[in-house]
């Protein structure tokens, strides 16, 4: 976390926070209905690199990014097994060309940038909290207005609901990853 603070602005820092309760939501939800297989990383791994997936993505680092994490890493004397590594590298494909394969890649390729439609969503509430987003808001603007957080990747969120990849209808991936980020609202201020 001190090595996070360190290597990234504020905001990214809250991104990661968010993405990283979105890892362990889906996680729990997937385990909940069996569809977890036993060759998955272990909890604390999808959580990992939910919060470090964009320790690069700043400073000297940051036109490299996602390329550069280990090095970023090893700046604080961190270190990360492979496999974290590599779920890291899935959440931008289309740079590190590792495209995802297993549950925890799909789930923080697919959740990545929906963190800053859900946060967009709590910003145009009179009282800019997050507890007080329904998920009707989220996934209207979602489905419904395209040009609402522009940088969110509809696309790349929707595929959620592939069966190859988590198998989860997209109005729940949203309940998931909004109850989740809800849970840890006070740590990013919200
Ligand atoms: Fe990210």
């Given at each position: 976390m001190k090595a996070l603070r360190a290597s990234v602005e504020p905001n990214i820092v809250n991104h990661s926070i968010a993405l990283e309760a979105c890892m362990g939501g889906i996680y729990d939800y997937l385990k909940s209905i069996n569809q977890l297989p036993s060759t998955e990383l272990p909890k604390d791994d999808w959580l990992l690199a939910g919060l470090i997936h964009d320790i690069d993505?700043?400073?000297?680092?940051?036109?490299?990014?996602?390329?550069?994490?280990?090095?970023?890493?090893?700046?604080?004397?961190l270190q990360i097994?492979?496999?974290?590594?590599q779920v890291i590298l899935a959440h931008a494909a289309s740079h590190s060309g590792v495209t995802p394969k297993t549950k925890a890649q799909w789930s923080i390729f697919c959740?990545?940038?929906?963190?800053?439609?859900?946060?967009?969503?709590?910003?145009v509430y009179p009282s800019r909290k997050l507890a007080d987003v329904k998920v009707s808001s989220v996934l209207k603007r979602f489905l419904k207005e395209p040009k609402?957080?522009?940088g969110t990747r509809r696309d790349e969120v929707a595929m959620c609901a592939n069966s190859d990849s988590l198998n989860i209808p997209v109005e729940?991936?949203?309940?998931?990853?909004?109850?989740s980020m809800q849970k840890i609202a006070p740590d990013i201020g919200l």
């Amino acid at each position: 976390m001190k090595a996070l603070r360190a290597s990234v602005e504020p905001n990214i820092v809250n991104h990661s926070i968010a993405l990283e309760a979105c890892m362990g939501g889906i996680y729990d939800y997937l385990k909940s209905i069996n569809q977890l297989p036993s060759t998955e990383l272990p909890k604390d791994d999808w959580l990992l690199a939910g919060l470090i997936h964009d320790i690069d993505f700043g400073g000297e680092f940051k036109e490299l990014h996602p390329g550069k994490t280990l090095e970023a890493l090893a700046k604080h004397n961190l270190q990360i097994s492979n496999e974290v590594h590599q779920v890291i590298l899935a959440h931008a494909a289309s740079h590190s060309g590792v495209t995802p394969k297993t549950k925890a890649q799909w789930s923080i390729f697919c959740a990545d940038s929906l963190t800053g439609l859900i946060l967009a969503v709590a910003f145009v509430y009179p009282s800019r909290k997050l507890a007080d987003v329904k998920v009707s808001s989220v996934l209207k603007r979602f489905l419904k207005e395209p040009k609402f957080a522009a940088g969110t990747r509809r696309d790349e969120v929707a595929m959620c609901a592939n069966s190859d990849s988590l198998n989860i209808p997209v109005e729940k991936f949203i309940e998931i990853c909004l109850i989740s980020m809800q849970k840890i609202a006070p740590d990013i201020g919200l």
